[in-house]
């Protein structure tokens, strides 16, 4: 079975995520079927169709999000030797070669990505670019107006 990696904020953030739907959706969902179904007939009872589709993407999402931490490799890259090198979980400083502009990324496992956040997926054109390079190399990624290069100007193990 392939494992996934995910940092220990993924899956804390999935975990939480998991026991709102057990502890407050669900129950929630229950009681407004029960009460839809006080209503009478079921055929044309819309309260009651609309609390079992809730149901139904509620109970659906948490098999989703179980075997997600099931199959999960949760990273910590705060325990790790600090090194000058690109892995899985650390935040990168890179410099765009060509404008000087510097942009800051977390690499996070592909659940967690949120570029609004500046976290990228490990599977992302710019992660595999960087992952196993070292501070001070180039990386060149490709995008779709052509190649880009990036210098790594920082690693931090946070």
């Known amino acids: 079975m392939t494992k996934y990696p995910m940092t220990v904020e993924g899956a804390q953030a999935l975990e939480a995520e998991l ?71 650390v935040t990168v400083d890179i410099v765009n070669v060509d404008t000087d502009e510097t942009v800051t990324y977390k690499i996070v496992g592909d659940d967690e990505a949120d570029v609004k956040q500046n976290k990228i997926s490990v599977n992302s054109p710019i992660a595999r670019g960087l992952i196993g390079k070292e501070v001070g190399d180039v990386a060149v990624i490709h995008t779709p107006g052509g190649e880009v290069e990036y210098e790594i100007d920082e690693v931090k193990y946070i």
């Open 19 to 89: 026991e709102k739907l057990k502890k407050v959706e669900r129950p929630r969902i229950v009681e407004a079927i029960a009460e839809a179904r006080e209503h009478g007939d079921l055929k044309e009872n819309a309260e009651y169709h609309a609390a079992r589709e809730q149901q139904s993407f509620c109970e659906g999402r948490i098999q989703e999000i179980e075997g997600k931490l099931s199959n999960a490799q949760v990273i910590d890259v705060t325990k790790m030797p600090e090194s000058d090198k690109v892995i899985f979980g």
